[in-house]
């Protein structure tokens, strides 16, 4: 007994096949390890499945064979599992593809990767992966040359399924009223639509077409909602993530900006307490030399208290990108004897030398004014964070076309941990000779200036007590 | 006549200070760090200590606290603050001074905290 449908799918005839020897129409069905199992079962009567594969015009087909026994003889079922089997081995390669997906750590990233996992894994024809933004569909990665923009509420089955967010299968996309014939689509016959959702949301949509109508099956739209899902849980966590991340930074900023306040309101108060005081002094005093001595300390801390304004509208210049510089062609020695002459005052109130070593014929393109300031707060702290009596080196060289100028101390000195934070707004510096008060803006200010220069600054020292050297460098300057 | 320490690191302030106490007939010494106060606690009497939270090397807050654990912890302790987190610091049981005085202060406040205490 034989039916039609195992002759079709094995491509025999009728006639050829009956009262024939098994293994002259299939040669496979005694090969030693079915004969094996033939013998079993009819030695125990217990029936057996076997699974074969044949290749009639190059398909691959399935079959599983069901062995019983019939009285001394056998019987065999076949059924024809192509369908079960190529579903089984897509969804292995989908799953040792969607390994590769975990390591992707941006949308970008991961719909390129799931691009690759459907065209190269799934070898899918014709693949487009569509953003859903704004009550719009966009074009995110494609198989096909043309890009469309098109609105939510529009025609065309993608539409549909990211309006219903369910995935939508269309054995025929010609019966289908809400399909539109695109200018490249013309052939193509059936159409999977799966989206891909976040916390609910379409916010991709997976798009896959072929020439054949009926030739996308269940079987796709099973493993397509499979990966489908996968991209919307990895969406999901990076979402997660970078929210997270965002709020962290958020929150150090709001603490950042509070600390700031807190330490710029202790330093207006400062000299604002002295101000205040001594005015009140001066107004009951009558003695001309004591009113005099009452208001110069008054003028003196009026002076610092607009340093200390200018500093924090710098310091906000830079952080909003606000500070402009004018820079123009300068000679260095003509900067640096200006900035050492100003400075002369305060070096001999402490007794202490400064050496200076700096090229001839050398002109810098800078902001003379801000190139002044950073130089003269760089040997200003070294003063005073120095003993009396000992020596500040200031230097200079060109080198790689960059100026580098230094000045070194035989100051407190640094730890690793204060350099780190020595160019950041009123750093808290934990050493015993420098309060918080002292140490303010002045160097976060330098930093900013040389950023807009385009160069660095930074600091060294072998450890507290041993002196340090503060290091910045500007790229433009002309040799003569 | 009572006796007034103040701790500022700021030389103006303590001038200022001074000025306006003695002026008052108190009599006035100045320190410019907790470990300068401490040693001069130590070694004079003293009846009254005004105190700056933001001083070189210990803080404020760490003298006001080996003063309260130490012989002198019944001392009057004014405190200069700049208002902010430094308030919510001070108000802590274990560090409560006796007074609080907001930079910058009138003379009038000044003296009318230092008398209350001293009475």
């Known amino acids: 007994l034989v039916n039609q449908v ?93 390994v590769i997906l975990q390591n992707a750590d941006n949308e970008a990233e991961i719909v390129e990767k799931t691009f690759g996992i459907l065209v190269d894994g799934l070898e899918y024809e014709t693949v487009d992966i569509i953003k859903c933004e704004d009550g719009k569909l966009l074009d995110f990665h494609t198989t096909t040359p043309e890009t469309f923009e098109i609105p939510i509420t529009g025609p065309g089955i993608t539409a549909r399924a990211c ?19 695109g200018t490249h689509e013309a052939r193509h016959r059936s159409e999977l639509v799966v989206p891909v959702l976040i916390e609910g949301k379409v916010k991709l949509l997976i798009n896959i077409e072929s020439k054949k109508p009926y030739s996308l099956t269940l079987e796709d739209k099973k493993l397509v909602e499979l990966l489908a899902g996968h991209i919307g849980s990895q969406l999901e966590s990076l979402k997660l993530e970078s929210e997270r991340i965002r709020a962290n930074l958020a929150e150090e900023m709001e603490e950042m900006k509070s600390k700031f306040m807190h330490t710029a309101t202790h330093e207006l108060r400062t000299p604002l307490t002295s101000m205040k005081g001594f005015l009140e002094l001066a107004i009951d005093e009558d003695e001309p030399e004591v009113l005099q001595r009452y208001l110069d300390i008054v003028y003196r801390n009026t002076q610092r208290l607009e340093a200390l304004t200018n500093d924090l509208l710098d310091q906000q210049r830079l952080e909003e990108g606000g500070l402009d ?96 934070k020595l160019f950041k707004p009123f750093p808290d510096i934990d050493n015993p000779v420098v309060s918080d008060q002292s140490v303010g803006l002045g160097l976060s200010i330098c930093k900013g200036i040389v950023e807009l220069h385009e160069g660095e600054i930074w600091a060294e020292s072998p450890g507290p007590g041993e002196g340090s050297t503060f290091f910045f460098t500007i790229s433009e300057v002309d040799l003569d | 006549m009572s006796v007034i320490l103040v701790v500022d690191d700021e030389p103006d302030v303590l001038l200022l200070v001074k000025t306006q106490l003695e002026s008052e007939g108190f009599q006035v010494y100045t320190a410019e760090s907790g470990r300068e106060a401490l040693e001069f606690l130590d070694k004079n009497k003293v009846d009254l200590l005004i105190l700056d939270v933001v001083i070189p090397g210990m803080s404020g807050l760490d003298v006001l606290r080996k003063i309260r654990s130490g012989e002198k912890s019944g001392l009057p302790v004014v405190v200069f603050t700049a208002l902010g987190r430094e308030v919510d610091m001070m108000l802590k049981p274990e560090n409560e001074a006796d007074a609080y005085l907001r930079k910058p202060y009138t003379k009038e406040e000044l003296v009318e905290t230092v008398r209350g205490l001293l009475e």
Request: hydrophobic share 40%.
């Open chain 1, 6 to 98: 195992w002759l079709d799918q094995a491509g025999l005839k009728k006639e050829k096949v009956l009262n024939r020897h098994m293994a002259d129409i299939f040669p496979s069905i005694i090969e030693a390890g079915r004969l094996d199992v033939y013998k079993e079962v009819l030695r125990t009567g217990e029936s057996r499945e076997l699974q074969h594969c044949i290749h009639p015009g190059g398909k691959e087909t399935w079959f599983n064979i069901r062995v019983f026994k019939v009285g001394e003889g056998l019987g065999l079922i076949t059924r024809d599992i192509t369908k079960e089997v190529t579903y089984r081995q897509r969804l292995e390669t989908l799953h040792k593809h969607t």
């Open chain 1, 163 to 181: 309006r219903l967010a369910e995935s939508q299968l269309v054995q025929d996309t010609s019966k289908d009223p809400d399909y539109i014939l």
């Open chain 1, 325 to 420: 510089i004018n820079p123009v062609k300068v000679d260095l020695i003509k900067l640096v004897s200006a900035v050492v002459n100003d400075l002369e005052p305060i070096l001999d109130k402490r007794d202490q030398r400064i050496q200076v070593t700096v090229p001839e014929n050398v002109v810098i393109l800078v902001d003379e004014m801000r190139f002044q300031e950073i130089l003269f707060n760089l040997l200003d702290n070294a003063s005073k964070y120095s003993p009396e009596g000992s020596t500040i080196w200031l230097s200079a060289k060109v080198c790689d076309g960059r100026l580098q100028v230094s000045v070194r101390d035989e100051g407190i000195g640094l730890s690793e941990e204060d350099i780190s």
